[in-house]
């Protein structure tokens, strides 16, 4: 089994940054065999839409709507990720999940709110 917890959301006004943190716990004899961490994002109404994801070997890809403004990095050795997000908009507002797939089995975090006001 594999535990997402996500931290850092808040409240912030436009033009501002906030960084999220994304840390996996792994249970005892668990399989820990990830290609991408993801950031996922879902504002009220909206499909859950894919922000940005890194790779094992730390490549990283972005949805158009956060290039040059999101930056998504990781700790292997903390099994953590993290998102900076600057130049923040009000349309950035939305619940801001983690995901893994590992070994077929996709895992979510419970969401930290980002909320970005004009």
């Known amino acids: 089994q594999v535990q997402l917890v996500e931290s850092g959301g808040g409240l912030v006004q436009a033009g501002g940054s906030l960084r999220l943190s994304c840390a996996a716990s792994?249970?005892?004899?668990?399989?820990?065999?990830?290609?991408?961490m993801n950031w996922y994002r879902q504002a009220p109404g909206k499909r859950r839409e894919l922000v940005a994801a890194?790779?094992?070997?730390?490549?990283?890809n972005y949805a158009d709507s956060v290039k040059g403004r999101f930056t998504a990095s990781r700790d292997s050795a903390k099994n953590t990720v993290y998102l900076q997000m600057n130049s923040l908009k009000p349309e950035d507002t939305a619940v801001y999940y983690c995901?893994?797939?590992?070994?077929?089995?996709?895992?979510w975090g419970q969401g930290t709110q980002v909320t970005v006001s004009s």
């Open positions: 792994v249970a005892s004899g668990t399989i820990f065999s990830i290609n991408a």
């Open positions: 995901n893994v797939v590992n070994i077929l089995v996709g895992y």
């Open positions: 890194i790779t094992r070997s730390g490549s990283t």
